[in-house]
């Protein structure tokens, strides 16, 4: 058991030295989300599953804090509210839970930001096209080759990998260095 704990761990360490190589892009998103609530606009967040426990997570090391104590940050996780969220799934559809919410809050200023381990899923997918729509931008977070949601992110950060576990370790682990590395920019 305690070898396979060992590979299991060495895995994790090599993926996260496979993604290091793009450590450019990952500054690059923590500028567009820097950039973003500088002109007072809001990230919002978005994921399924796991993906979705990160996106609240992570919208709130931007509303709380993350390392620094600081004023609080624009930020929400299409993921949290249940009655949204089954009204939305029972009248329109799953497809349309973010897609909706996008469309009634986000904006040009705003930032959409999804977390994918497939890029394939219907309902970011829609709220990709729905923030397309709004002229808000979109980033996102991927794993295995991309997905669909490849084509619609104006940044795309894709995790090589096609565990889902290991993808979404990933994905938090660079968050994290994004909002360190925004709380450095921002006051």
């Known amino acids: 058991m305690s070898e396979r704990i060992r590979k299991g761990l060495a895995a994790l360490a090599d993926l996260a030295r496979a ?3 793009q450590a450019e892009l990952i500054e690059q998103l923590a500028t567009r989300y820097a950039a973003t ?3 007072g606009g809001t990230l919002f967040f978005a994921g399924n599953g796991g993906s979705a426990a990160d996106a609240q997570h992570i919208a709130t090391e931007y509303v709380v804090r993350f390392v620094a104590a600081r004023r609080p940050y624009r930020a929400i996780a299409l993921t949290t509210d249940t009655s949204l ?3 939305a799934g029972n009248d329109l559809g799953f497809e349309q839970v973010f897609a909706r919410q996008v469309e009634a809050l986000a904006g040009r200023q705003d930032l959409l930001i999804l977390h994918s381990t497939s890029g394939q899923s219907a309902n970011l997918v829609a ?3 729905a923030a397309r729509r709004a002229g808000t931008p979109v980033v996102a977070l991927l794993g295995r080759d991309g997905g ?3 084509g619609l992110a104006d940044l795309a950060l894709v995790v090589g990998s096609a565990e889902t576990s290991r993808i979404q ?5 660079i968050e994290h260095l994004i909002v360190e ?7």
């Open 127 to 129: 709220a990709a096209a």
């Open 169 to 173: 370790e990933i994905h938090l682990a």
């Open 19 to 21: 993604t290091a190589d």
């Open 181 to 187: 590395r925004v709380e450095e920019m921002l006051p």
């Open 148 to 150: 669909a949601l490849r």
């Open 37 to 39: 609530l500088r002109q």
């Open 85 to 87: 969220l089954t009204a």
